[in-house]
C-alpha cells in the first residue's frame, strides 16, 4: 500500500490525488478479519506503518487519510502528518486543496419503475476542477435469482426492506457532457426521468443506501466500487444535512385486503378463471410488496417481477398445484391493473409484461414442488406450519423421521411419529429421543438446541455450514455433532459463532 501510495507524488490534482488515496483504502474495504476490526487492524495499523516510514509518499497518504479515514483514522492520521511535516518531511502540491470541495447541484435519473436511481453531484475545488459523482441506488435488494442453481433457495440470506443500496460509483471531469446526455435520455426516452434533487434529501438518501451496502455481507456490488467507497463517503459528508427520506407506508391486514378485493372486481382480473387460486395468489404478491419492496406493493417492473417469481416464490412459498399454474397469469393481470393505478407508461406496462412471460417460462423450473422429490405432502405441511419454503431442506435435515410406527425401546406400545407435530417443542422433544435411544438428558438437550436454531433458520450461516460439510462427504450425524461444538462454545457470541462456522465450513473432505 505504501509503494501504491508513491503514484501521489506524480499528480498535481487533489481530484487524482483523493482517487488514489481511496483506492488504497478499498483493499480492504468490505473484508472480515478474525476476532477484529478490520479497519482497525489494517487501517489504523497502516496509519502506524506510514508514519514510521516517515517517506514524503507516506506524508502524502496520511494527508489523504486525514480526510477520507474512518474517524480513528482521520484523527491518528492527521497527528502523523503534522509530525512529519514539523520534521521537514516534504509534502505534495496538492496537499493544501484536498478536501477543500465545495458542492454545486444534486440530479437524479430515475426509471418510472422505481428500481433504480442515478444520483449525480456535481463539486468544485473553490471554482476550479469541476467533477461529478455518479452513484447507483438499486431499490431491488439482489440480483436476478438463478433457477438452475440447486442450492440457491436454501443458501440466500433475506435483508430487510430497505430504500435501497448502493451497487456501482464512479467519477467524472466532463461534467457538462454528462448532464447533458442525462437530460437527453430523459427527454428522449419514457421510462426514464431525469430531475433536480435536493442536495440535502440526496444526502439522506446515499448515506441511508451506502448503511446498507455497507452492513451487508457480500453486497452484490461492482467489483470496482471498493476502489470508491471513501471517496463517496466523503463526497456525501459535505453536502448539506436536513434531508429526510420517507417512511414506508403501513399496510395492515385491513388495507391489503381491500387491495385485493379491489383487484379481483376489477376488469384486468375478469378473464381469471379459478377466483379462488387468484385471491390466494394476489394475497402473495401484495404481501412481497408490503414486506419485502419498501411498502410498494402496487409498484410493477420487470426486475421486481422476475425476483418475486424466480426468486422469492421458489424459496419462501409452499404454493398448490392450482397456484403453481394461476400465479404467473394473475401476476400479469396484477401488472396491468397496478401499473395503470400508479401511472406507469404504457411502455412500462409492455415491458414488464414481456419480462413477465420470459420469467413465466422459467417458472416450472425454479420453482419445485416438494412432490417433485418423492416428499410425502403430510409430511411436507407437518414440517412447514409456516408455509415457508425455504426452511423445507434444513429442517428435513434436522428432523428427518417423522413417519411409521415404531416400537418404544424399554416402553410398551409403539410410537407413531405421522401423530407427533415436529414444530410442538414437546413432540419434537420424542422424535429427538427416538433418533437417540438410550441418550442421556445432556445429549439430548445439546440436540434439541441444535434443532431448534435449524428449525428457526438462526443464524443463516449454520445452514450453510452443514450444507458444505455435506457437499464434501461428512455424514449426516457428524455434521450434527460438529455444529453442536460450535454452538457449546460459542453459540452466546454471534460474531464468533460466525468466524467459527465460516471456518468449519472450510473443513477438508474426510478420509
Known sequence: MLQHARELLAVRSPLDAELIVSEILGAWWGKRVPGGDVEEVIGEALVDHATAAGTPAALGLLIGMAYMGTPRQAAKAERAALDLMGNGVARPGWADHVGMVASEECFVSRDVYGDQDSV?????????????????????????FDPTDPFARATRVVRPPMPGMVRDAWVSSRVDDLLEQCRREGR???????????????????????????????????????????????????????????????????????????????????HLSDLSAASRCVDRIIDYGCTHDFGRPLRVSPVKCEMFLLDWLPRKVLLSPTEQEAVPHVLAAWVRWAGRRTGLPEEGIRVTLDALWDATAKFADAYRDPAAFGLDRAVVDRLLPDGDLEALPRRAFALPFLSGTHRRTGRHGYLDLSTLDPSDPDDRRVILEFEHPGGDEEHLDAHERLTRRLWDGEPPQLWDTAQSLLDVGYERHEILHRLIDVLDLHGDDPDALHEALRALRHEPAPE
Open 188 to 270: 428522449e426516452n419514457p421510462l426514464i426521468r431525469f430531475e433536480p434533487l435536493d442536495p440535502r434529501d440526496a444526502r439522506a438518501l446515499l448515506l441511508s443506501a451506502l448503511d446498507v451496502t455497507d452492513d451487508t455481507r457480500d453486497p452484490p456490488v461492482n467489483e470496482n466500487f471498493g476502489s470508491y467507497h471513501a471517496f463517496v463517503r466523503a463526497r456525501v459528508d459535505i453536502l448539506p444535512p436536513g434531508g429526510r427520506l420517507p417512511d414506508p407506508p403501513v399496510y395492515g391486514h385491513d388495507r391489503r385486503a381491500t387491495i385485493a378485493a379491489r383487484f379481483l372486481a376489477s376488469e384486468e382480473a375478469g
Open 120 to 144: 449525480v453531484c456535481t463539486y468544485t475545488y473553490g471554482g476550479t476542477e469541476r467533477h461529478a459523482l455518479v452513484v447507483l441506488v438499486d431499490r431491488n435488494k439482489a440480483g436476478v
